[in-house]
């Protein structure tokens, strides 16, 4: 797995295979096949170790927001750290690109963060569980996106690098402080 991401990091999504994990480890071709059968199996087993990362990543960043550890830009540049650290984000762009059924998991495990994250709520100041989609989506998409051609198009647009990860902090920030007041309303009332 360890030499399939630094592939995937080094070289890109296509060139996750068999006889290139074989090389990089000196093994045999069969030695890998034997473990993965086919590229497809070995690419599902690297896309749900990286989104395994991810993942963990935003549970426990949104935990550690909770307790006040790391402010929401923080959290932000976790999730982006992720994206750009791993090539998650190279990886899922390409299996779209594809069409391909591995994602589906993705999807599943993406469906399933807001009831895990909410299920840990000790006090009603953070996120409810009906706000965590949009501020997942709010915080992954652009951190896909990032990967993919943000540090371009910010060259480009003559942005600074930070723009994107700054812009949805402040995003999370202010939803944040949304709900925090709308909490307070409710109490005083």
């Known amino acids: 797995m360890a030499a399939a991401r630094e592939i995937l990091v080094a070289e890109g999504p296509g ?13 045999t071709h069969g030695s890998i096949t034997h473990n993965f059968g086919t590229a497809a199996n070995l690419q599902a087993a690297v896309a749900d170790s990286l989104v395994e990362e991810l993942l963990f990543e935003v549970c426990t960043g949104t935990s550690l927001l909770r307790t006040g550890a790391i402010d929401e830009e923080a959290l932000v540049d ?23 059924p591995l994602l589906a998991p993705l999807f599943e495990r993406f469906a399933r963060l807001p009831a895990e994250l909410s299920k840990h709520e000790t006090d009603h100041a953070a996120f409810a569980e009906t706000d965590l989609p949009a501020i997942i ?39 944040r402080s949304s709900r925090l007041a709308a909490t307070a309303n409710a109490r005083a009332e």
């Open 137 to 175: 989506e709010g915080i992954v998409m652009p951190a896909l996106s990032a990967s993919l051609i943000g540090a371009d198009l910010l060259k480009a647009l003559n942005l600074p690098e930070s723009f994107t990860r700054d812009r949805v902090g402040r995003y999370l920030a202010d939803e």
């Open 78 to 100: 976790r999730v982006f750290e992720v994206f750009e650290r791993t090539g998650v984000g190279r990886l899922i762009g390409w299996l779209a690109g594809h069409s391909s």
């Open 15 to 27: 060139a996750i295979t068999l006889q290139g994990v074989a090389a990089a480890l000196g093994m």
